[in-house]
């Protein structure tokens, strides 16, 4: 165990460019950490292969640098350390995911569904508006009833592993958001917890390596906000402690829409190409997050001991430039 010390972790995935956005996020995360004197992980999420970007990975972590953030332990590791650098990259643990993938299988608590993405959206009932962001279609529970054989499955071509919601309702505390609650049968629906061929879904890869590396606490986009039902079901039935959440509220265009390319160029690799220094950053990004009063430029050490989650805005921020 790591005694009462807190672990964090910045989850990139390869998929594309840092923006604004995603700084803000992994910056209060980093500082989170450091004021807490705890430790920090990289984690490298890449099992999304084909959204993965082979650049991507080097260029996340030069724009994390660049910004002043760091972290005690990551692939790029050199120094020993207590975790095995290999496994913060995800595509390095499938066996391990595979593994506890067996234990729900064997258990009964997935069952195997063969819809394909648009039969869901036929099929499904409206995206539902909670408090959570609008989701796609919600599983309408086609194959829940379904029983393959093992024979039938091997000769399925095509199928995915689904977790099966019990009814009622869950009820959990986010650090930011306060008290969350929903009814995730109804509200979320069954969710895909791998593919058949046994390649790992999101929400099942990051519970196991939240807590194989003994994670303490998540900070991470508030659209991530519904997927921590599905990840706390998944902790809860393999009676494993849940970290503590923390879900940031996004940064919006002017539009109301999340930060993208329509927006104009907000990858922090553009900016520094443009010769902004990373201060000016992290200063518009404290400025946002109320860390201080206006934006002027500040390091990112200059913030340690600033954050107060109760401070930080609950709703997005809109980006009106630099
Ligand atoms: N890899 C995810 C992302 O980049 C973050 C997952 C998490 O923090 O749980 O959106």
Redesign the pocket.
């Known amino acids: 165990m790591n005694g009462c010390r807190v672990v964090g ?1 910045l ?3 390869p ?1 594309g460019a840092l923006h604004l956005g ?1 700084a803000r996020t992994f910056l209060l995360a980093w500082l989170s950490i450091r004021q807490q004197h705890g430790k920090l992980l990289l984690r490298i ?1 890449d099992i999304d292969s084909p959204r993965v970007k082979p650049w991507a990975l080097q260029a996340t972590i030069d724009d994390l640098r660049w910004l002043g953030i760091d972290w005690d332990e990551g692939p790029d590791s050199a120094a020993p350390t207590d975790i095995d650098p290999k496994s913060l990259i995800q595509s390095q643990r499938l066996p391990r995911y595979q593994a506890i993938l067996d234990e729900l299988i064997s258990q009964g608590r997935v069952f195997a569904c063969t819809c394909t993405r648009s039969e869901v959206a036929e099929a499904a009932s409206a995206p539902h508006e909670s408090s959570m962001r609008l989701e796609g279609p919600i599983y309408p529970g086609t194959c829940r009833e379904k029983h393959f054989s093992p024979q039938e499955l091997n000769q399925l071509q095509k199928f995915a592993w689904r977790w099966r919601f019990e009814e009622g309702q869950v009820v959990w505390h986010d650090g930011i958001h306060g008290p969350m609650c929903a009814r995730p049968a109804q509200q979320l629906g069954d969710f895909v917890v791998a593919r058949g061929d046994g390649v790992p879904a ?1 929400q099942l890869a ?1 519970v196991v390596d ?1 807590h194989d590396q003994q994670v303490t606490e ?4 508030d ?2 906000l519904a ?1 921590t039902y599905r ?1 706390l079901a998944l902790s809860d039935f393999l009676h494993w402690p849940s970290p503590k959440y923390f879900h940031i509220p996004l940064i919006v265009g002017t539009d109301g829409r999340r930060l993208a390319k329509r927006h104009g160029d907000t990858r922090l690799g553009h900016f520094r190409e443009q010769g902004v220094a990373p201060e000016k950053i992290v200063g518009y990004l404290a400025w946002t997050a109320n860390l201080q009063p206006t934006p002027s430029p500040l390091c990112a050490q200059q913030l340690i001991g600033r954050l107060e989650w109760s401070k930080l805005p609950r709703g997005p921020t809109t980006f009106q430039g630099l």
């Open positions: 972790r989850a990139p995935s998929t995603n999420e999101y990051v939240d998540v900070v991470r986009g659209d991530l997927s990840q």
